[in-house]
Structure formats: C-alpha cells, structure tokens
C-alpha cells in the first residue's frame, strides 16, 4: 500500500468527522503516524505497517457505516452542541450516577466554541494538502475550462476525473449551463458530491445574479422564479434585504453558494453605463445600508454575498470588459463615496470583496489594475479597511487584463497584490503554472498560499457546518 492510498483514506476517516480521541482509542492515530502517513515518512515503516493500516483503517470504516449509534455521540463531535435539557430528553436518556459505568463526556469538551471547532477542521484539511491541491484551491473556473467541453450542462464522469487532476477552489456558472431546475440541481449536486469524494471538502458553486439585467437564473423562463428589478428602483433596506432573500432562496435550492452580488458601486459618474441601474444609486450611505441588506438576504438562505467591484466601478465611464478603464480621483474622493461600502463590508458580514480591473494613477501613481496592485489591495483593503474576508479578482479574461497581460504573470501578480481567489483566468493552466513556478523559485512563499487557503478553507467548512 502506497503512502498516497494511505493518505487518501486518512482523508476518508476526515470526512467522516471521526474524533482524534476516538481515533487514538482505536490506535489508528498511532498506526498512521507509524505507517509513513506524513509526507517525510519513511518507506521502510510504510513497508511494514501498510498492512495494519489498511485493516485498521477498512475494519473501522465498516464498522462506522454498520453503527446505529446517535450521529450526535463523540463518533461525530462536529455535530454536538450545547443544547438545554429538556425534561423529556433527562426521561429517555437519565443523566448517569457516580456509579453507572456510563461515560461522562466533560461539559468543557462539549461546549467547545464553533470557531475553534471551524479552526481546528481548517489547520487539519491544509496540513493534508500538497503545494498543488493548496494552488488549486485559488482558482474559480468554468465548467467549460475544467473540461474542456463546451457547453457543460452535467457533471458526469468527465468531470470528477477533471476534478480529480485539477482539485479546484470553485466553478462559476452562465445562462448556458443552467437548462431548467431540476437539470442545475442535478448537475450542482453532482460536482459537489465529487468534490467530497476527491478532496473532503466544498466546492463554492458561483453564479452572477443580482437582479435587474444581470441574472443567469432568472432570465430563463424554465426555473419559474421571481424576477427581481433592477437595484436602481430599490426604496429601502426592507425591499433590499428581500431583493436579497428571494433570489437567495432560489438559488440555495438548486445547490449554489456563492452568489457575485449585491453590486456596491456609487454611481459617481454620470456617463457609466457598465454598472448604471445596476448600483443602488448615488448616495454612499444608501448603496452601503441597502447592499448590507441585500447581503444578509442573501445570508438568510445560506448563501455567501459579495461586495463589488472595488474600489468602486461606478467612478468610471470605460468598460473593463472591453478594455482599460480608469478614474482620476484621488484617494481622499474615492474614502468620500466610492469606497465608504467596501469600508463597511467586514463590519456587515460581507463574505466576499471583487477587486476590479480599474485604474486608480492618482492613488497607486501607475495605471496598474487595482486587481493587481499590493497598494489597493494589501495597503487600502486590508490594512487600512481592516476587511479580513476572501477577496477575489473581477474576470481575468476580461480585456483589461486579457490584453496586456499573460495568464502566468496575471497569477503571480494578483496573489503577490493580497488576492485570494483567481476568476476565469483566460489559460487556467498557464495561470496555475505560473504560480507553482512562482512558489518553487522562491517569488512567492508558500506561507502566503496557506494564508489565502486558509481563508479559502475556512469559509468552506463554515458553509458545511451550516448545511449539517
């Protein structure tokens, strides 16, 4: 038994969410730990113990699926919470006396918090990781550039032994994927499923609607859901919130996660047209209390927001998706209007920040695209806004950075500037190339990509958490 095989069923065990106690109680911990399980493992004790580990390993799996315990007891800890005790709870399950030989799990075990609990599943999912899983992970992409089939409409075959070459963060998907409910919801729980299997946690399941012209759902007249209106009619943080929670709830039912929305651009410049009714609308304070409302909608239906398009799209009058777009404000305009949602978004929950491919020469002095400069999103987003969430890039294939830039340099820069989530990037294997390359050389450490993976990571598990 190879060390690979025998790390793939640590993963198994993982997956399972069985304890380190009951593990070690088992000697399963202590087997592994002898059986070349780490990555610096000897083959000698590989050699020798592959056989242990694999009865172990297959007797102890076959006895959790063959268990008609409570999935609340300590064989699955993640599920157990402090619950009160009701008196019917005390009447079919007594409270054992000092001499019942019934266990008596510790209140302080049982009343560990969820973000040790969420902290402690992300620090063991990256210490299984290679260099390649942990690159993998920064990249959201199509169905069609995981396989190379256009359109994808399922998730079959193809594409688990895609996912299983290219174990990536998350797919993102267009109008031209989704055919009718019952096809995205088969075609979503699939891919989700294979990524369990492969890699024991989440995929994020992306798609664009905000309402109004940009939606990939609602435009098609198969999914029957209600259609909501453009950003620009919205009149208060109550119609905001359930712009939010409607398409929230649609969306959630057919198996997607992440949606890019709400849109938090100020509409400072009367001449835009990429963003127009799209954007709340003028007024810094309103778009900011009516996008956080829109978001928690989103929440309400477990659904991960995102505040778009930083530092503030609706400055311009260019279109990033054509090519170079830019504004002339300084700094201190853009902290007046443009930038005051993107200031609130940690504070209200904001999961998500897109960073745009605009050009902001009078903040970082050149005409890099703010996707791509340490200033704008290491310097301002982070450190000076204190925004501690994912930040992702707008498309990579956009002409903005498509027509000045390569897929491998484009990679290196966005994570060299702060980024954590790589979107469509127009070569997804020259990007991914670009960034090993970048790690192995020495340009990028990969402590910076375990600290983007492990936003990445924790996100996920709280998402699975919420769905358990």
Same mark, same amino acid.
């Given at each position: ?14 997956r ?5 106690? !009951? ?6 911990? #202590? ?16 050699? #020798?113990?592959s056989?242990?580990? $694999? ?55 049982? #009343?560990?918090?969820? %973000? ?47 996912l299983?070459?290219?174990? !990536? ?48 759902v609602?435009?098609?007249?198969a ?41 938090a ?17 003028r ?46 404000k ?37 005409d ?9 999103? %290491? ?32 990679? !290196?820069?966005? !994570? ?8 469509m ?17 020495? $340009? ?12 990445i ?12």
């Open positions: 038994m190879t060390t690979n095989q025998i790390r793939k069923k640590w993963k198994f065990i993982c399972c969410r069985i304890s380190r106690k !009951v593990l070690a109680a088992l000697g399963i911990l #202590a087997v592994l730990g002898t059986a070349g399980c780490s990555r610096s493992g000897d083959s000698e004790n590989e050699i #020798a113990n056989g242990v580990v $694999e009865n172990t390993v297959e007797n102890t799996a076959e006895n959790i699926a063959g268990s008609s315990a409570d999935p609340s007891s300590e064989m699955f800890p993640e599920s157990m919470s402090a619950k009160p005790v009701s008196a019917e709870m005390t009447a079919d399950h007594p409270t054992p006396d000092e001499n019942s030989s019934e266990p008596v799990v510790p209140e302080t075990e049982s #009343a560990i918090s969820e %973000t040790d609990a969420v902290s402690e599943k992300v620090e063991e999912l990256l210490a299984d990781m290679t260099l390649e899983e942990k690159i993998y992970q920064m990249f959201i992409i199509t169905p069609e550039q995981l396989t190379g089939v256009s359109p994808v409409t399922a998730a079959g075959d193809m594409t688990k032994a895609k299983e070459q290219y174990p !990536v963060g998350g797919l993102v998907y267009f109008s031209g994927n989704l055919v009718s409910a019952d096809q995205t919801k088969t075609m979503l729980s699939n891919v989700q499923r294979f990524s369990g299997e492969i890699e024991g946690v989440d995929l994020f399941l992306c798609v664009d609607e905000e309402g109004g012209r940009v939606v990939r609602a435009q098609n007249e999914f029957q859901v209600e259609k909501v209106a453009p950003m620009a009619n919205v009149t208060g943080e109550e119609e905001a919130y359930r712009c939010g929670a409607v398409i929230g709830a649609y969306l959630s039912e057919l198996g997607f996660n992440v949606d890019f929305a709400p849109d651009d100020v509409l400072t410049n009367g001449a835009n047209t990429v963003i127009g009714d799209r954007s709340f609308g007024d810094p304070e309103i778009v900011t209390r009516y996008a956080a409302a829109y978001s928690d909608g989103l929440h309400a239906h477990g659904m991960m927001s995102t505040f778009k398009h930083f530092p503030g799209h609706g400055a311009t009058e260019a279109d990033t998706h054509e090519g170079y777009a830019y504004t002339d300084s700094y201190e305009a853009l902290a007046e209007a443009e930038l005051k949602p993107f200031y609130a978004a940690g504070e209200k929950g904001v999961d998500m920040v897109m960073a745009a491919h605009i050009s902001v020469p009078a903040v970082i002095g050149d890099t695209p703010c996707s791509l400069s340490e200033r704008m999103i %290491t310097g301002i987003l982070r450190e000076e806004m204190g925004y501690e969430g994912l930040i992702i890039t707008d498309a990579l294939n956009m002409g903005a950075i498509a027509a000045h830039y390569d897929s491998s340099a484009v990679s !290196v820069k966005a !994570v060299t500037a702060g980024v954590d989530l790589l979107l990037p127009a070569d997804f294997q020259e990007a991914y190339a670009g960034l090993y390359d970048a790690v192995r050389n020495g $340009e990028i450490t990969e402590e910076r990509i375990d600290e983007s993976v492990r936003r990571l924790t996100a996920k598990v709280k998402l699975s958490r919420k769905s358990d």
